[in-house]
T-cell receptor, first 112, second 115 residues
Framework: QKEVEQDPGPLSVPEGAIVSLNCTYS??????FMWYRQYSRKGPELLMY????GNKEDGRFTAQVDKSSKYISLFIRDSQPSDSATYLC????????????FGKGTKLSVIP | DVKVTQSSRYLVKRTGEKVFLECVQD?????MFWYRQDPGLGLRLIYF???????EKGDIPEGYSVSREKKERFSLILESASTNQTSMYLC??????????????FGEGSWLTVV
């Protein structure tokens, strides 16, 4: 069983739609959860991070973590064509670790 | 703004050539990483370094070596390039552990084609 599972898509939505991106994981030691956005032919950039369970909101983006289900989500409200990118989830365990385990990414297209 | 700079964006090399990919970060980060990214395989860690002259193998170190002589610079070396090393290579850096360690900053990537 892979440590982090992420649906690769592609996911295509109309402009203005609410987008839900998800990852599941198997390692219960993971405590820090991140979402990266990667535009075509660019490096990933950190979008959001959360610690343990709960929600975090930043503008049109909401990150949600459910540790009991080992499930994390990223919601994008009022999606824009500029949100078209690949979204990677990443996670790691306690403070002593500095390596991240990445999902393979979901490719999102927002159609004007 | 944090900057991780990969000096070469696009390279074409011949099989058997020795290839150097250079990376420089300007945030005084202790940790530096080299990943490769391939369609369907995601990001795979090749090597990482947590201090000058220190290195540890990642998931796919075969065919690669690294050098970290200065804190800000981390080089990836392909001793004898092969066609299966055609890929996008990403350098990254971060602080060690703690909350800051979450924030791994990536460079723009180096697209290597081995012919």
């Amino acid at each position: 069983q892979k440590e982090v599972e992420q649906d690769p898509g592609p996911l295509s939505v109309p402009e203005g739609a609410i987008v839900s991106l998800n990852c599941t994981y198997s390692n219960s030691a993971f405590q820090y959860f991140m979402w990266y956005r990667q535009y075509s032919r660019k490096g990933p950039e950190l979008l959001m991070y959360t610690y343990s369970s709960g929600n975090k909101e930043d503008g049109r983006f909401t990150a949600q973590v459910d540790k009991s289900s080992k499930y994390i989500s990223l919601f994008i409200r009022d999606s824009q064509p500029s949100d078209s990118a690949t979204y990677l989830c990443a996670m790691r365990d306690g403070a002593g670790s500095y390596q991240l385990t990445f999902g393979k990414g979901t490719k999102l297209s927002v159609i004007p | 703004d944090v900057k991780v700079t990969q000096s070469s964006r696009y390279l074409v090399k011949r099989t058997g050539e020795k290839v150097f990919l250079e990376c420089v970060q300007d945030m005084d980060h202790e940790n530096m990483f080299w990943y490769r990214q391939d369609p369907g395989l995601g990001l795979r860690l090749i090597y990482f370094s947590y201090d000058v002259k220190m290195k540890e193998k990642g998931d796919i170190p075969e065919g690669y070596s690294v050098s970290r002589e200065k804190k800000e610079r981390f080089s990836l070396i392909l001793e004898s390039a092969s066609t299966n090393q055609t890929s996008m290579y990403l350098c990254a850096s971060s602080f060690p552990g703690g909350l800051e360690g979450n924030t791994i900053y990536f460079g723009e990537g180096s697209w290597l084609t081995v012919v």
